[in-house]
């Protein structure tokens, strides 16, 4: 991304986009008294977030004994609630389903192929489905002290031990599959990459005609696999992203308030919630509601706008989709593809 003289003053700026994730499906019930179990307590939640300013839904879903649910019909159940009780909210599966630990150290496991492809066939049909592009680690302890799992499951060592070991199972047949799926159900795939070679991999897939849509993505700043929060890895990211790219950041504990800070201040995008993060000041619990209500603080200080439903399906580009690689070349405003002897650095369309 190019910033020009007037890109940090905030009139220039889109509102901001707020992401919530507030459904937090490594934790148990018993780990926060931030987590909703029962369908309506979820559906509340997703209100509750909405009316504090967050205009993009992260979704998991909890059956009603409080594990993450792996059922179809329940997302569906779950998607149908949604549309009725916050219409004006960008809609965003996860597309790991829930890792949620079934028993005690078998947590920790993303579901196979097969069942993740069926995201394409959610009815109502979700806004977007996230997608990790590449397999990957994804040791989110390794940027976990002893007093981030402090009272949570995760303090307890077969399930640190699991979540030390989860890995992101995203190959390239997997990928490519799961993009023609989404595309043919009219579904947006968020793209949640953690390093610049995940992002040249969407630039591949791009340029070899899998996917012809806006890339929507997080960069996830978690360590373990992943970019850790450290302010260079992040400025390489975003330099590294096509100008017409939408970025948000997501990081991990307290990590995420200050590189939102740095996000809000930049024009770009930020997310927050118990999925990512419990705390607000060091030792002080912070709930998903409070984390949108501190985004929104930091927003008006610095003068910037905060995104209505309408200016986030707008700036996320729900429902755009390209003719082909030239055109999504230019859309995303990648240089477009050499020509057959064509030499020397090519410009933008
Ligand atoms: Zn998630």
Redesign the pocket.
Known sequence: MQFFDDSMLPENQEPLVIQV?PFG?QFLPSDSDDIAVSMDAQIQKAVDCYNAGATVL?V?VREEDGKGSKRLSKFNEMLTRLREAVPNMVLQV?G?ISFAPEDEGAAAKWLSDDTRHMLAELSPRPDQV?IAINTNQMNVTELLTHDDCAGTSMAEPAYFQAYKEMWIPSGPTFVEEHLKRLQASGIQPHFMLADVGQLETVERLIRRGHYTGPVVLNWVAIGGGADGPNPRNMMEFINRCPQGAVLTIESLMRHVLPLNTMAIAMGLHVRVGI?DNLWGKKGERMTSVQQVEQMVRIARELHRDVASGTDARRIYKIGEHYNGIDETLAAVGYEPNRKPGQRGFQLAA
């Open positions: 994730a499906p992260h998991h996860g790991s996230t999925e």
